[in-house]
C-alpha cells in the first residue's frame, strides 16, 4: 500500500515527465499541461505513462542502484526510448567501470552517458597542463603508483 504522501510524490513526478514528453506542446510546463487536462475523469493515462517509463527503465537497467534515483527519467526515456538493440548486460558493465573511475565526478550521469556518449554528463576531472607540470614537479617525475 503506498502512503498518501509517496503516491502525491509519484503522481507530482509522472506529471512532470508528461508536461516534458511533448515539448512543442507543452515546454515543460506543468501548469499548461495540467490546465488542459483539468476535466478529465481520472489521471489513468498519466498513470499508465509514469508506468510506462519505469517499465522501460527497469528493463533497460535491471540492477538497481541509488545513483538511479533524483535523475529525470521522463526526459531519458523520451531521449532512448526507440534505440533498439540494447545490450543490457554491456551497459552495466560499463556503468560498473565509470563509477570506478575516480575522474568521473558526477557518477549519476553515466546512466544517460552510457546511452547516448555525451561526455558531459559525466564531469570528468581534467587537468590544465599547469596542473599537469605542477604535479610532475611535486612528484620529482616519478609516478606515485608505479614508481617510474
Same mark, same amino acid.
Given at each position: 500500500?503506498?502512503?498518501?504522501?509517496?503516491?502525491?510524490?509519484?503522481?507530482?513526478?509522472?506529471?512532470?515527465?508528461?508536461?516534458?514528453?511533448?515539448?512543442?506542446?507543452?515546454?515543460?510546463?506543468?501548469?499548461?499541461?495540467?490546465?488542459?487536462?483539468?476535466?478529465?475523469?481520472?489521471?489513468?493515462?498519466?498513470?499508465?505513462?509514469?508506468?510506462?517509463?519505469?517499465?522501460?527503465?527497469?528493463?533497460?537497467?535491471?540492477?538497481? #542502484? *541509488? +545513483?538511479? &534515483?533524483? @535523475?529525470?527519467?521522463?526526459?531519458?526515456?523520451?531521449?532512448?526510448?526507440? %534505440?533498439?538493440?540494447?545490450?543490457? #548486460? *554491456? +551497459?552495466? &558493465?560499463? @556503468?560498473?567501470?565509470?563509477?570506478?573511475?575516480?575522474?568521473?565526478?558526477? %557518477?549519476?550521469?553515466?546512466?544517460?552517458?552510457? +546511452?547516448?556518449?555525451?561526455?558531459?554528463?559525466?564531469?570528468?576531472?581534467?587537468?590544465?597542463?599547469?596542473?599537469?607540470?605542477?604535479?610532475?614537479?611535486?612528484?620529482?617525475?616519478?609516478?606515485?603508483?608505479?614508481?617510474?
Amino acid at each position: 500500500m503506498t502512503s498518501s504522501k509517496t503516491f502525491s510524490s509519484i503522481f507530482k513526478l509522472a506529471i512532470k515527465w508528461a508536461a516534458n514528453s511533448d515539448i512543442k506542446q507543452f515546454g515543460g510546463d506543468i501548469e499548461k499541461y495540467m490546465g488542459l487536462y483539468h476535466d478529465k475523469p481520472n489521471a489513468n493515462d498519466l498513470m499508465l505513462y509514469f508506468q510506462q517509463v519505469i517499465n522501460w527503465v527497469e528493463a533497460t537497467f535491471p540492477k538497481y #542502484d *541509488a +545513483l538511479m &534515483k533524483g @535523475l529525470d527519467w521522463g526526459h531519458i526515456y523520451e531521449t532512448f526510448k526507440d %534505440k533498439k538493440d540494447i545490450d543490457t #548486460d *554491456a +551497459l552495466q &558493465k560499463e @556503468l560498473e567501470r565509470l563509477w570506478m573511475d575516480d575522474d568521473v565526478t558526477h %557518477k549519476a550521469g553515466a546512466y544517460e552517458y552510457v +546511452l547516448g556518449g555525451e561526455e558531459k554528463l559525466l564531469n570528468i576531472r581534467k587537468f590544465t597542463p599547469a596542473m599537469a607540470k605542477a604535479a610532475y614537479t611535486r612528484q620529482q617525475g616519478i609516478c606515485p603508483d608505479c614508481g617510474n
